[in-house]
C-alpha cells in the first residue's frame, strides 16, 4: 500500500530516542489547525506505557496541549502499546505479542483519507526494529511519507545528523526539513548550534530550519516554534 506524499503525511523522526519528536509534533499540530486544516496525530507504536493515557504517553501529550483534541480520546491516536521502553519489536515480544504492518498500514491509509495532514511520530530512531524484519525506516519508504528529521541541538548532533540524513538519502527519501531541539537544563551556546546547523546543510544539502529551545507552556508555544515547523 502507498499513496502520493502530496497527501500531506508527515513522518517525524529523529536521531535518537528522547530526542524531541513529540515537540515537533504538537507544535505541528498547533501549526495545522492554526491555518484551518483538520490535522490529526498518529503514535502507531507507543512503548514505555500500559496505556495511551498515562502521563508517558505521547498521545495524552498531544490530547492535553491541543485545545482542539480536548475531550477526545488519545487511545485513538494509538495502534500498538506496551509497556516496556524498548522498541516496539522487542516490547511486543515481550508480552507475547507481535506486530501486524498490514493492520498498521490499514490504520494509516484510514486516516490519512479521512484526515489533513497525518502527522505521524516514529518510535525512537530511523534503524529501531518494528518487526523482526522491519526497521523503522523500512516503514517510513514503505508508506511514502514525507520525512522530518529531529535532532539535538548540541555536540556530536552533526554525526549523528548526517548518518541519519545518508541512511534516508540511500532509500530516495528527501526529508522536508531537519529541526533542532535544544530542551536541556543546560541550553548549548548558539556559536555550536550555528556551526551544527551550518555543517548539516551544507553536507547534506538538507534545510535545517532552526533550534526550538525550552517551551514553558506547550498549550501555548511561541509563534516563533509554530512557523518553524510550519511546512
Known amino acids: 500500500m502507498s499513496w502520493s506524499t502530496s497527501n500531506r503525511v508527515i513522518f517525524v523522526t529523529g536521531t ?4 524531541g519528536k513529540t515537540v515537533v509534533s504538537v507544535l505541528l499540530m498547533h501549526c495545522f489547525f492554526h491555518k484551518g486544516y483538520h490535522p490529526f496525530y498518529l503514535k502507531p507504536f507507543q512503548t ?3 496505556t495511551a493515557y498515562e502521563n508517558k504517553s505521547d498521545a495524552a501529550f498531544i490530547y492535553r496541549h ?3 483534541l480536548k475531550g477526545l480520546d488519545p487511545a485513538e491516536s494509538v495502534i500498538y502499546c506496551f509497556s ?3 522498541a516496539p519489536f522487542f516490547a511486543a515480544r515481550f508480552e507475547k505479542k507481535q506486530i501486524d504492518i498490514a493492520l498498521v498500514e490499514k490504520k494509516i491509509y484510514q486516516k490519512a483519507t479521512d484526515y489533513h495532514p497525518l502527522v505521524i511520530e516514529g518510535a525512537g530512531g530511523l534503524h529501531v526494529p518494528v518487526t523482526d524484519h522491519l526497521l523503522m525506516i523500512d516503514l517510513i519508504e514503505k508508506l511514502n511519507t514525507a520525512p522530518i528529521l529531529v535532532a539535538r541541538a548540541g555536540l556530536g548532533t552533526i554525526n549523528h545528523t548526517l548518518l541519519s540524513l545518508e541512511a534516508l538519502s540511500k532509500r530516495g527519501l528527501k526529508p522536508l526539513c531537519v529541526i533542532l531541539v535544544d530542551a536541556e537544563n543546560q541550553q548549548t551556546s548558539f556559536d555550536m548550534i550555528r556551526e551544527n546547523m551550518q555543517a548539516v546543510k551544507a553536507f547534506s544539502k538538507i534545510e535545517v530550519r532552526g533550534v526550538i529551545g525550552k517551551i514553558d507552556n506547550f498549550s501555548d508555544p511561541p509563534s516563533r516554534y509554530i512557523q518553524l515547523v510550519d511546512c
Do not use: F, H, R, S
Not at 535518537?16 to 530526542?19: A, E, M, Q, R
Open 84 to 86: 516496556q521502553p524498548k
Open 66 to 68: 491541543i485545545k482542539q
Open 48 to 50: 514505555g506505557c500500559q
Open 16 to 19: 535518537d530516542t528522547g530526542i
